[in-house]
């Protein structure tokens, strides 16, 4: 069988928690999404034990996401616990940077490298009601916070959605013109639980128009690359530069290097997955190392075989599985 993935699989995003204390419109709409009652999220030393055992697998870099991972309880405990762990080159969050102001300095010390911030618009206005909080200032305090501490490059993911912050685009891509920020914009893909229009959809081609018709030609770069599939650019005398993320309009299954870690211990291979490996179930039951590396090495190959084409959902809140 032709492999579908034809790169390592070396990176795994770990969602800490299902809560938020945001509550964006494109992530739970519907605002229906069920909490996982406590018992159910991995504790500390269980992601500490699949962290470790991964790593003998090939794993070396970690995510951690949510939810929200900086409202989860010692998060700056479980930094410290995985940063040190062998065969773990990178460690990186994911946040929406309500919170980052007050940890950036601790995230960093405990020996975490770098941030993404979720930020959708430049407008405290639009902001609020992207996520339903005039919180606008705090998340650009955690960024300029996060800059200054050394949490770099610092990479801000905008979710362009038609009516509701395409405007923003010119903003948000100045932003890289004034600061060491990779600015990233992600088209909008939709979930069985997202209710919006298929004609709430952007493509990146037009993203990058209008950012082209504002600020003149890009030019490619390999400034801010990392572990996805995002491609880089730079407008001309830039501080940063400007990312696409294309999952709705580009495939790049074949290049995916990265597995998932839901906050209730399922392993998923793509974000779309429709199956997944309970992994906490096999935890709690007693299974001893070997046994885990052996479930862990057959994840790692079927992945290699796996596509969002053939194994494909949409019915998931995005909240729950870290995105």
């Not at 739970?28 to 034990?49: G, S, V």
């Not at 010390?109 to 009601?129: I, P």
């Not at 229009?197 to 504002?214: D, Q, T």
């Not at 299954?253 to 597995?259: E, G, I, T, Y």
């Amino acid at each position: 069988m032709k492999k579908m993935c034809e790169t390592s699989i070396d990176y795994l995003r770990i969602s800490v928690t299902d809560r938020c204390n945001l509550r964006c419109i494109y992530c739970d709409p519907l605002q229906d999404c069920e909490f996982m009652p406590r018992k159910e999220i991995l504790t500390f030393e269980e992601i500490h034990r699949i962290v470790e055992l991964f790593a003998q697998c090939g794993i070396t870099k970690i995510r951690l996401t949510g939810g929200e991972p900086l409202i989860r309880t010692n998060i700056v405990q479980l930094v410290r616990q995985l940063a040190p762990i062998r065969g773990i080159d990178e460690l990186t969050l994911t946040t929406n940077g309500v919170l980052l102001e007050s940890m950036a300095a601790e995230l960093k010390a405990a020996g975490l490298k770098r941030v993404n911030v979720s930020l959708d618009t430049t407008s405290r206005g639009n902001y609020k009601q992207i996520t339903g909080f005039d919180l606008f200032e705090k998340v650009m305090k955690g960024i300029y916070k996060a800059l200054e501490v050394g949490l770099k490059p610092v990479k801000m993911n905008s979710v362009i959605i038609q009516g509701v912050n395409v405007s923003q685009v010119p903003a948000l891509a100045r932003m890289s013109v004034e600061l060491p920020v990779a600015a990233r914009f992600i088209e909008y893909c939709p979930t069985g639980r997202n209710t919006r229009p298929a004609s709430s959809y952007v493509p990146n081609s037009e993203v990058r128009r209008i950012i082209e018709h504002k600020f003149g030609p890009l030019t490619s770069t390999l400034s801010a690359r990392g572990n996805g599939p995002a491609m880089y650019f730079k407008i001309a005398d830039s501080a940063g530069c400007i990312g696409f993320i294309s999952g709705a309009s580009g495939f790049f299954c074949r290049s995916c290097n990265r597995l998932r870690l839901t906050s209730d211990g399922n392993v998923r291979p793509c974000l779309y997955s429709a199956h997944s490996y309970d992994l906490k179930g096999l935890i709690r039951g007693g299974a001893n190392d070997r046994q885990v590396l052996d479930l862990l090495k057959r994840i790692i190959a079927e992945k290699k075989n796996f596509t969002k084409l053939n194994s494909f959902t949409e019915d998931f809140c995005m909240r729950s599985v870290g995105g």
